[in-house]
């Protein structure tokens, strides 16, 4: 299952490849660029590239995919016109997995609810020489991190948390379908050569506060945005003091603050965790490249020099924090909640505490919260609120159990559910959350954008640390402090919890029965694939049509999205997943989650044909069934947060044209770029405020189009009034030969043809 050939294959080239790097750029290396500079794609000429501005094509070493997004991304690699993966690939299905009863009924409920597309999956993967991982198996990163994850690699993978890998030293990046298509296709995989933010730790972490809390401070220093086009590297005294796992969780969440990925530098506990996850050889071989593994030593001595942006924690005075509701970078340290909590009006109760996710199940994490937990059952403690545990993969969830932590849990109550991403993402079918009462849960998870967990909008979630969790669901309170406040057992005595203490590595080593890993054909020449005609789940692609070289004119507005607009607003998760593999589906739920900023209401705008409103994909495909060409309009960091291509498909399968916005976030607007849409920000961001209800928008030079020139759109008003708007955009020449042949993909195809 484990590639060492790989491995070594990059080792063998990465020293030389640095040192090249290192005399070319005339300076000390990074980590992070020791890394980047050693993966340029075969026809890619070293250069210094200009960090936050060149656009650079890189070969990575893996793909891994997850099965909300495997199936279109695999819908499109069946249209490259190959016959198997140029470099080693993974499908891991998570995602599709609901969690409502315990991990055994519910698993075999999914099962049977996604057997059509479990079973596509699993037969496109043993035709194109695809590594399988079955429902069960674990949470993608996790998987990863268990198994493929290596110091000095690079990766990319089609989920956003993809940067877990990180924690392994592995420079890991979230991209949509399209690019995992590129890297499965031996294509260039482009990206802007990113800014590099350095996070220097120093201290020890104790008491209270976990890994967890580095990040959640970090998010809170940079917000949401802090983090777009760049590499979180993480250094210092402080960063080897963290367990491999813990640095994964950090990594995990970079994606919280925009972050093109994080990264520590290979160090003991890397070591420690390859050789306790069955690859000694690999602990062995990055032992012997430990310089070329980190960053030249002169970047420690200086690193406000060679990083464009320096953060400095201290971890010995770092507190357990508690970020949210509704944004992970809204930070509450634990000894401020009490009078935040208030002030806001945030609901104290505690209805649910949750741990565990891609981001949270370790075995440290576990045996961190299992230790807390168990003082409440020896401590005549019940837990006030729900508990649940969702581990991070069966490796994980069968040495938890043999060591006794999950007995311990249930003892407080707590309900075990399938290894997998369930109430992460919106798969969780708790009940009543259909009522839409005001609540608070918490959780270890990395997201808590409204309706993220359960559905309803009134939910308000806080993420923090397995054991603060644990901590909270026992107290019911979200203000409880467990440094300074103290409980009443069941006997009416005042009992405090201990800070937690648990066990980086298991003492046992792992283990597990079945892994849930299945090895693609050696020959797949003749394993059918078959989509049925009248599925409503999978659908197979229809190329889109190339650009017909005309200036775009009469395009109506769709929608103006007002303030934040995530994926999850374009292209809403929970319920919808289940149409990943059909595009005409799931185009039904285009941007029914945004704003509209006339009105501000969600999923109703006007529809200019007719003046009547209605539901955001209705009014579209009235215009599509017209040929009336539409524009979308939004605000900042428009489509920030996961990496689902389907946000930028759907728009272009129902014939929108252009998204104009004041700023993008990166995966989003790569993503509308590779459908063959316009992504476009405007050039003075209060034209925003230009644009009204009934606006049509007329593109004046289209035909210019070229890398670095603005572009300029006529905006016609209902009263005949005009303005003029200049849009600026990042397409460079490759970029451009993708919108004019409709998409990335229809060039690809065309390449593979010739
Ligand atoms: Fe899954 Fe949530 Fe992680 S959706 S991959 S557990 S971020």
Known sequence: MFDSDLIEKVYGQMSERVKKARQKLNRPLTYAEKILYSHLYETQPLETFKRGGDYVDFAPDRVAMQDATAQMALLQFMNSGKDTTAVPSTVHCDHLIQAQVEGKTDLSVSRNANKEVF???????????????????????????????????????????????????????????????????????????????????????????????????????????????????????????????????????????????????????????????????????????????????????????????????????????????????????????????KENGWPLDVSVGLIGSCTNSSYEDISRAASIAKQAVDKGLKAKSEFTITPGSEQVRYTIERDGYIGIFEQM?????????????????????????????????????????????NTHAFVTSPELVTAIAISGRLDFDPINDTLTNEKGEEVKLDAPTGFELPVKGFDVKDAGYQNPAEDGSKVEVSVAPDSDRLQLLEPFDPWDGKNITGAKLLIKALGKCTTDHISMAGPWLRFRGHLDNISNNLLIGAENAYNNESNNVKNQLTGEYGKVPDVQRDYKEKNIPTVIVGDHNYGEGSSREHAAMEPRHLGVRAVIVKSFARIHETNLKKQGMLALTFDNENDYGLIQEDDTFNFVDLNEFAPGKQLSVEVVHADGSKDSVKVNHTYNEQQIKWFKAGSALNLIRKQNKN
């Open 413 to 457: 109550g707590g309900k075990v559910f399938a290894n997998a991403c369930g109430p992460c993402i919106g798969q969780w079918a708790r009940p009543g959350a259909d009522k839409n009462e005001k609540n608070t849960i918490v959780h270890s998870f990395n997201r808590n954008f409204s309706k993220r967990n359960d559905g309803n909008p």
């Open 119 to 341: 079973d596509f999956l699993e037969s496109v993967s043993n035709k194109y020489g695809i590594g399988f991982w079955k429902p069960g198996a674990g949470i993608i990163h996790q998987v990863v991190l268990e198994n493929y994850a290596f110091p000095g690699g690079m990766m990319i993978g089609t989920d956003s948390h993809t940067p877990n890998a990180g924690g392994l030293g592995m420079i890991a990046i979230g991209v949509g379908g399209a690019d995992a298509v590129d890297v499965m296709a031996g294509m260039p995989w482009e990206l802007k050569m990113p800014k590099l933010i350095g996070v220097k730790l120093t201290g020890k972490l104790n008491g209270w506060t976990a890994p967890k809390d580095i990040i959640l401070k970090v998010a809170g220093i940079l917000s949401v945005k802090g983090g777009t086009g760049a590499i979180i590297e993480y250094f210092g005294e402080g960063a080897e003091s963290l367990s491999a796992t813990g640095k994964g969780t950090i990594c995990n969440m970079g994606a919280e603050v925009g972050a093109t990925t994080s990264i520590f530098a290979f160090d003991e506990s890397m070591q420690r965790y390859l050789k306790a996850t069955g690859r000694e050889k690999v602990a062995e071989m990055a032992g012997k490249m430990k310089d070329i593994l980190s960053p030249d030593p002169e970047i420690y001595e200086n690193p406000e020099k060679y990083y464009d942006q320096l953060i400095e924690i201290n971890l010995s005075e770092l507190e357990p924090h508690l970020n949210g509701p509704f944004t992970p970078d809204l930070a509450t340290p634990v000894s401020k909640m009490k009078e935040t909590a």
